[in-house]
């Protein structure tokens, strides 16, 4: 009996022994460093949310083609950000105040030092944050292609504006030696680098590709709404690891994030609706979907700056503004096909100015970092609201100016032509681009004469052509059935016309009798 007692004591000497040991050789508290570990999938998680809800804004011919173009943008985005993204974006060696240099290329010497950004957690940890981050921009930037712009220069494209427009942009508020940083910038978890830099970024990208075709915006309607709604609460759920993990520990300032989001994002969402049912007395749930994002995407900058009052004021706001700020494209003539200046861009601008107003002392110190930082004009820093305008137009001049140019050029290359044919956004990128489709399925017309035999003659040839996967454009097989039918109506035979028929697909047939 004896020697069991010693051998568990011995055995529980061994453990607290090795414990001690090992909370010797880090700094950083484990519990910060599984947070933002939990954090940074939960941003990974937007990437399928992003793709999910444009294609179901998206018609249905076109709908694959953004879910391709958001998940390859992810990969060419991890690629630079490996590559030298991350250098370029936080290398603490450059002093330029614009962007980084290639100290960290390849991720060298990135390892357990503490970040730039924050010292609770180590260096490795915070590049693959921010690479997160990185995805999700770029994967909203995407939205600015819709239904009329090839994949394969839109990857060149992403490649290039990650170096030349994302990295600076990062730099300058988040690099300790960014111009924006010294100069007292609030910007908490992106406001112009991910929000603004997308939304304006998509619409110098959209004014360069140009308008749809005229017949392809009339009587437009998105092709999944569920879908919509789907990809809507799948970034909300992500948003949350966004904002809260921007606080970079498992702190107060981190709850009071996710707290401000929600707020944000439900008033919002509810002011937004309202704002549509005036107008068609429908409580649209596409309407309910942009108020929420455009909610969150105030949040963004704003999130870990203000009071949980403050966030309710400003969800409002962002919810008005930002539904009339979808006018905007239709007066300027720009095809922003996702209303990616509306939301992203004015959202963002919106959170920025928020933090003028209400950023405060006591919830900037609540991460037990940031202890000695004024806020805005709730600590009466009046001179807070010219740093966050200043910042606001610099970061929207460069950001469309650089993105135009970076598109315009990429054109110029023979074989990169930004846009499809007139007779490829006719079939849908879908068919010419990809090659398969969101729902691989044939759909009859809505009306029951349009295809069926009844009636006058118009039905029956009209009847070949059904609308589907490449809408209204008939396949191979329904082509030659037409001219089939022509054939037999202009050498009738003994059957009297009663007796004609018309052989239907057998997927149509099904989809008849169901």
């Known amino acids: 009996m004896f020697n069991v007692m010693a051998l568990r004591e011995s055995i529980w000497e061994m453990l607290d022994a090795t414990l001690k040991k090992r909370d010797t050789t880090t700094q950083f508290d484990r519990g910060d460093i ?4 939990i954090a940074g999938a939960m941003v990974f998680f937007m990437i399928p949310g992003i793709a999910f ?5 998206s018609r249905r011919k076109s709908a694959l083609s953004l879910i391709w173009a958001v998940s390859a943008s992810n990969a060419v985005c991890i690629f630079q950000w490996y590559f030298w ?17 290639l100290a960290n290329f390849g991720l060298i010497n990135v390892l357990g030092d503490p970040s730039p950004g924050s010292p609770l957690i180590p260096d490795l940890l915070y590049s693959f944050y921010q690479m997160e981050f990185a995805c999700v921009t770029v994967g909203i930037l995407m939205g600015g292609i819709a239904e009329r712009g090839r994949v394969l220069p839109a990857m060149i494209i992403t490649f290039l504006w990650m170096t030349l427009v994302y990295c600076p942009l990062a730099c300058w508020p988040w690099n300790i030696n960014g111009w924006a940083f010294k100069y007292g910038v609030f910007d908490y978890a992106g406001g112009g680098p991910v929000e603004i830099g997308s939304g304006i970024g998509g619409l110098a990208y959209s004014w360069v590709l140009g308008r749809r075709q005229e017949k392809e915006l009339q009587n437009f309607r998105p092709y999944n709404v569920s879908m919509v709604n789907l990809g809507t609460f799948m970034l909300w759920f992500g948003w949350l690891g966004f904002n809260g993990g921007s606080a970079f520990g498992a702190n107060l300032r981190a709850i009071m994030a996710v707290w401000n989001s929600m707020l944000a994002a439900a008033f919002g969402g509810i002011v937004w609706c309202l704002l549509d049912y005036r107008l068609e007395r429908k409580y649209t749930m596409v309407g309910f979907c942009s108020g929420t994002i455009a909610g969150l995407v105030a949040a963004t900058p704003a999130s870990g700056y203000i009071h949980p009052w403050a966030a309710v004021i400003m969800g409002i706001v962002t919810g008005v503004v930002c539904n009339y700020a979808t006018k905007v494209k239709s007066l300027i003539h720009v095809d922003d096909a996702l209303d990616l200046f509306a939301e992203h861009a004015v959202g963002g601008i919106l959170g920025l100015l928020a933090n003028a107003f209400f950023a405060s002392r006591s919830i900037i110190a609540l991460d037990g970092v940031n202890l000695n ?17 200043a910042y606001i137009c610099a970061v929207c001049s460069y950001t469309f100016v650089v993105t135009a140019l970076i598109v315009k050029c990429v054109d110029c290359i023979p074989g990169l032509h930004l846009r499809t044919t007139a007779e490829g956004e006719k079939l849908g990128l879908d068919e010419v681009e990809i090659g398969e489709y969101a729902n691989d399925y044939i759909e009859v017309r809505r009306h029951f004469m349009d295809w069926t035999t009844s009636g006058n003659g118009t039905g029956a040839h009209r009847s070949s052509v059904v609308a589907g996967d490449k809408h ?3 396949t191979i097989a329904q082509r030659d059935q037409q001219q089939n039918l022509h054939i037999e109506e202009s050498h009738p035979d003994t059957n009297s016309a009663d007796e004609k028929t018309l052989d239907l697909p057998h997927a149509d047939t099904a989809s008849v009798s169901s």
């Open 34 to 37: 599984s947070f933002i570990i």
């Open 53 to 57: 809800l444009y294609s179901g804004l």
């Open 85 to 101: 993204g991350y250098s370029l974006a936080f290398s603490p060696t450059a002093t330029n105040g614009f962007i980084g240099n």
């Open 373 to 389: 930082v004024t806020g805005g004009w709730v600590d009466h820093n009046w001179k807070q609201l010219y740093i966050q305008v």
């Open 472 to 474: 209204d454009q008939p």
